[in-house]
T-cell receptor, first 111, second 115 residues
Framework: SQQGEEDPQALSIQEGENATMNCSYKTSINNLQWYRQNSGRGLVHLILIRSNEREKHSGRLRVTLDTSKKSSSLLITASRAADTASYFCATDGGSNYKLTFGKGTLLTVNP | DVKVTQSSRYLVKRTGEKVFLECVQDMDHENMFWYRQDPGLGLRLIYFSYDVKMKEKGDIPEGYSVSREKKERFSLILESASTNQTSMYLC??????????????FGPGTRLTVL
């Protein structure tokens, strides 16, 4: 069953602009994670936010989590062409092992 | 740095062949996972293992089996490959933490084509 769903499915912006992606999920979680995937490659972990956290920063990334709305957002500030990739949220649904991934947002940053 | 390697980047097999996909991790992680990724469907969990010789079915285990004889190695087996198993296969590993699921580290993927 699909736990996380990203929105929008695709996003195209100009270099220097900010990009915001959203994720909604259905059941309770221990944590929520965001991953990035360059075309044809494996996923790379970006950031993890725990259920008792509301906001987390890492470099140009800012993640928020609203457990009452079961939603999260990923903000990439001052985007670069190299940020072009697919971005996935993943939730654990309370599991100590498994993650369930959404279908991803394809971000294109135009130079 | 954690390294997860997969035996092949690209693989072409014929219908009915037995196919082995190998995954090795070098960080002594307890958990290992096999996913397949298809356009429009995202990543779907096939099987995972939380310890040597232990395995659990994921969301789409039909047509697949797995083997974990050593902690660092997790193999995915397609007993009789079919065309609908053409896909990108991703392996991942993660440590076990008491506070819930932790970061998963992914291999580069194997693009399997079954003719």
């Amino acid at each position: 069953s699909q736990q996380g769903e990203e929105d929008p499915q695709a996003l195209s912006i100009q270099e220097g602009e900010n990009a915001t992606m959203n994720c909604s999920y259905k059941t309770s979680i221990n944590n929520l994670q965001w991953y990035r995937q360059n075309s044809g490659r494996g996923l790379v972990h970006l950031i993890l936010i725990r259920s008792n956290e509301r906001e987390k920063h890492s470099g140009r990334l800012r993640v928020t989590l609203d457990t009452s709305k079961k939603s999260s957002s990923l903000l990439i500030t001052a985007s670069r062409a190299a940020d072009t990739a697919s971005y996935f949220c993943a939730t654990d649904g309370g599991s100590n092992y498994k993650l369930t991934f959404g279908k991803g947002t394809l971000l294109t940053v135009n130079p | 740095d954690v390294k997860v390697t997969q035996s092949s980047r690209y693989l072409v097999k014929r219908t009915g062949e037995k196919v082995f996909l190998e995954c090795v991790q070098d960080m002594d992680h307890e958990n290992m996972f096999w996913y397949r990724q298809d356009p429009g469907l995202g990543l779907r969990l096939i099987y995972f293992s939380y310890d040597v010789k232990m395995k659990e079915k994921g969301d789409i285990p039909e047509g697949y089996s797995v083997s974990r004889e050593k902690k660092e190695r997790f193999s995915l087996i397609l007993e009789s490959a079919s065309t609908n198993q053409t896909s990108m296969y991703l392996c991942a590993s993660s440590p076990t933490k008491p506070s819930g699921s932790d970061t998963q580290y992914f291999g580069p993927g194997t693009r399997l084509t079954v003719l």
